[in-house]
């Protein structure tokens, strides 16, 4: 069975960058949906960064600060983050649907400091 594992969190710096990446056990970023998701506590987990073939969509909060991007030959997902701001902290988490099945990573946290 196929899982994620996201690592690359921590605490930086508003302005700052961190570059999450989501390790897949297998070969599954190559075809269906993929993204980074955040949550929060006390509120529901929200879409960041969407990928399905060719095309990206971010929530209107990240637009021009976060890229998605991905590596299929090393199984990898990965979420760039430029321009931090204290409301980016989150858990983040990867995530995999093909069908009607769908993976989620264990998150990794961003703190992001004023």
């Not at 899982?3 to 605490?11: M, N, P, R």
């Not at 321009?83 to 093909?98: I, M, N």
């Amino acid at each position: 069975q196929v899982q994620l594992v996201e690592s690359g969190g921590g605490l930086v710096q508003a302005g700052g960058s961190l570059k999450l990446s989501c390790a897949a056990s297998g070969s599954i970023f190559s075809s269906g949906y993929m993204g980074w998701y955040r949550q929060t506590p006390g509120k529901q987990r929200e879409a960041v960064a969407l990928m399905y073939g060719g095309v990206t969509n971010y929530a209107d909060s990240v637009k021009g600060r976060f890229t998605i991007s991905r590596d299929n030959a090393k199984n990898m997902l990965y979420l760039q983050m430029n321009s931090l701001k204290p409301e980016d902290t989150a858990v983040y988490y990867c995530s995999h649907r093909a069908g009607v099945t769908v993976k989620w990573g264990q998150g990794t946290q961003v703190t992001v400091s004023s």
